[in-house]
């Protein structure tokens, strides 16, 4: 059985979504934007 659940494949050129959002939501509290 493998541990990696499919995750293995490389990502969208943009990036991941979910990791997108949170780095912006960190940006917006954290430098008041």
Known sequence: ???FRGETK???VDGIDELKEAIIDKFS???NL
Do not use: G, K, L, Q
Request: glycine content about 0%.
């Open 1 to 3: 059985m493998s541990n």
């Open 10 to 12: 490389y990502t969208a």
């Open 29 to 31: 509290r954290d430098n």
